[in-house]
């Protein structure tokens, strides 16, 4: 079935570029997302990327996809530290219907 | 436009108790989900709606857990006789399908409900 996975910490330095890594098993997921959660609240969603593309960038984002590792990767270059956080990948189901979403990697960030 | 909002945003309860969460979607979004999340883990997939219609439910659903969507605009999720393992936050998401080339839908999430069984 449909799985994601993350690693579960980054720690980076105030104004230190931060790369998250995430593997996904669906081939056929025509959308990736990242989303970002803080303390107690909701989803945040940061930006997302068609599976025809290699790279998105929006900002202080950057996103790369390898599609025949199915590998996706968020880079915020310049990081602060409200940027700390819990960040998360995600994957349509098969159906485009849900969301599958790794475990999260919590950034954590020092100034 | 607002964001998805949810209602009450922190609910404690104890066991055996039925609880209801109700979620408002951004307007004009035709789908809306629901998803649980325990600590330490990413968001799991309840069920969804399009419109009024449930069209999928998760394994996660048991038979205590009923949601409704009455008339295609807010929904609720009602957990009956509570136990420690509903513990969690449940986090509402909608969506608006659009057509076009590739099917594209975002799912914009609201607060969450914290819910914490006793």
């Known amino acids: 079935g449909e799985d994601v996975e993350q690693s579960l910490f980054l720690s980076v330095r105030e104004g230190d570029s931060s790369v998250i890594n995430c593997t996904y098993t669906d081939s056929s997921s025509t959308y990736l997302y990242w989303y970002k959660q803080e303390p107690g609240a909701g989803l945040q969603l940061l930006t997302y990327?068609?599976?025809?593309?290699d790279m998105k960038q929006d900002q202080r984002l950057t996103v790369l996809l390898n599609k025949k590792d199915k590998h996706l990767s968020l880079r915020i270059a310049d990081t602060q530290t409200g940027d700390s956080a819990i960040y998360f990948c995600a994957e349509s189901n098969q159906a485009g219907t849900a969301l599958i979403f790794g475990k999260g990697t919590t950034l954590s960030v020092s100034s | 436009d607002t964001g998805v909002s949810q209602d009450p945003r922190h609910k404690i309860t104890k066991r055996g108790q039925n609880v209801t969460f109700r979620c408002d979607p951004i307007s004009e979004h035709n789908r809306l989900y629901w998803y649980r999340q325990t600590l330490g883990q990413g968001p799991e997939f309840l069920t969804y709606f399009q419109n009024e219609a449930q069209l999928e439910k998760s394994r996660l659903l048991s038979d205590r857990f009923s949601a409704e969507r009455p008339k295609g605009s807010f929904s609720t999720l009602e957990i009956q006789r509570t136990e420690q393992g509903d513990s969690a936050m449940y986090l509402c998401a909608s969506s608006k399908r659009t057509s076009g080339g590739y099917l594209q839908e975002t799912q914009y999430f609201g607060p969450g409900t914290r819910l914490l069984v006793l």
């Open positions: 990327i068609f599976s025809n593309m």
